[in-house]
């Protein structure tokens, strides 16, 4: 789900007011039933390897230097199961010991990926490979007679309590083989890829801090002196306010990534704009790469927000902790009710006629379709559509309370799995008149009438 980054400014001439001048920096997708969500296992979120396939821009036809055999794998193998064995049982002089040392920037990035891990309480770390071989990326002083091969590898990595299974990252580590032994000779961070939202791997880059609350665990860089506590307060404190609110039963279970480390959140596919933050399911995956397992869930900030920003804005997690509370519903919720509910808990007991607008906005909300967005239009003009359906949850919540919101959760939950389209007009009709004796026409006027008290 994504969260719309909205700054706060002066009081409006109404009283409590914020700026929903949306310099929308929203959450990505991940709940509301988005691709990347805690739903069954989708595509993988790393490209499948192919036997000797070249990287994406690379040369058709481009084969590896060294065709490696079994025994070389199974070499390689062994040392991977060596440096995960250190890892569990932190010898750091065993990880090391699985590195090429003739490459002083490799070692400093070993020996920082080492310390990351070892602030984690892991219950499972270990490597995967296949006979899949890949470019290799260059290995610092690789003489001729030193083989470089590089093969599809994943890391499965279990942080204790806070996730119910192991991550699965495809990992770009390149080996080779000095006085008959192989080594890690290079790694690199592994590059996005268009779906694959459920990466988490915040343990490999910079240097982190780690506020560990048992099920809640929280990263942040290390620079960021005390950030990791201070959001995980506030995460425990949203937990125990959405919970409240919405009448549900608390959910502590989230490992919380803000770190620099791995990639920035798209808000949309139109244009450059980025997610503030976003909740979404993480995934193991077999040695293919192709997702397998649910592992739990993990809210992703984005790192360009400041600390001031993020520990100055309580609603951003306030958002994206009602997508973790509600994450059974995930992927069987229309888009404008799963995001409506989350900015209706993040402004609470703000409501839309108290929020501020630019004229600009104020103008477009008024002139855009009187619907609710679906998930096929929300990301075309999202400032726009988290209001309306911010709006339109507003308007469900004061006619039936959290009661009849749960109602019409479990009825979108049967109703999907029974065999209907999560936007299905039909079933947003019936269940709109079973558990609020309204339709959907009705819901979107009681939106635009509060969206007309919008102040700017």
């Not at 000095?178 to 790694?187: H, I, K, M, N, Y």
């Not at 900015?343 to 006629?353: D, G, I, K, S, V």
């Amino acid at each position: 789900m994504r969260l719309p980054r909205v700054p706060t400014t002066a009081p409006s001439a109404r009283g409590l007011a914020c700026v929903v001048a949306l310099v929308l920096v929203p959450t990505l997708v991940g709940c509301g039933g988005e691709p990347g969500g805690d739903d069954a296992p989708g595509p993988s979120p790393a490209a499948t390897a192919a036997t000797a396939s070249p990287e994406p821009g690379a040369s058709p036809g481009a084969r590896p230097a060294y065709a490696a055999d079994e025994a070389d794998r199974a070499a390689v193998d062994a040392m991977l199961a060596q440096r995960a064995q250190a890892v569990r049982v932190r010898d750091e002089a065993a990880f090391l010991a699985t590195v090429d040392d003739r490459d002083p920037r490799l070692v400093a990035q070993q020996r920082t990926l080492f310390a990351n891990l070892a602030r984690l309480r892991l219950a499972r770390y270990d490597y995967e490979t296949t006979g899949d071989q890949l470019l290799p990326d260059p290995v610092r002083r690789a003489g001729p007679r030193e083989p470089v091969v590089r093969f599809q590898t994943v890391e499965h990595t279990q942080v204790a309590d806070a996730l119910t299974g192991a991550v699965g990252n495809v990992v770009r580590m390149t080996y080779v083989r000095r006085d008959g032994r192989w080594l890690v000779g290079q790694e690199k961070a592994a590059e996005q890829v268009a779906g694959g939202e459920g990466h988490l791997r915040p343990w490999f880059g910079g240097p982190v801090d780690v506020a560990d609350r048992g099920t809640l665990v929280v990263l942040t860089d290390a620079a960021d002196a005390g950030l990791a506590d201070a959001l995980a307060d506030i995460v425990e404190e949203s937990v125990t306010a959405d919970a409240a609110l919405l009448q549900v039963a608390p959910d502590r279970q989230v490992l919380v990534d803000a770190t620099g480390n791995g990639p920035t959140v798209r808000l949309n596919t139109v244009d450059e704009e980025e997610a503030a933050a976003i909740y979404t399911g993480v995934f193991d995956v077999d040695a293919q790469g192709r997702r397998t397992t649910l592992s739990g869930g993990t809210i992703r900030i984005n790192p360009d927000l400041t600390a001031a920003e993020l520990t100055g804005d309580p609603g951003l997690l306030r958002h994206e902790v009602v997508h973790l509370l509600l994450r059974r519903y995930t992927g069987v919720l229309p888009m404008w009710l799963s995001e409506g509910v989350a900015e209706y808990a993040r402004w609470y007991p703000l409501t839309t006629r108290d929020l501020r607008v630019t004229p600009e906005l104020w103008q477009r909300v008024q002139a855009a379709p009187h619907r609710l967005p679906g998930a096929g239009v929300f990301q075309l003009d999202p400032a726009v559509n988290y209001l309306v359906s911010q709006a339109a949850a507003q308007h469900l919540l004061a006619r039936g309370g959290p009661v009849a919101l749960r109602s019409l959760l479990e009825g979108y939950r049967s109703g999907v799995d029974a065999g209907a389209g999560v936007d299905d007009g039909d079933l947003t009709d019936r269940l709109l008149a079973d558990v609020y004796d309204t339709t959907e026409a009705e819901v979107v006027d009681g939106a635009w009438d509060a969206l007309g008290e919008l102040d700017r």
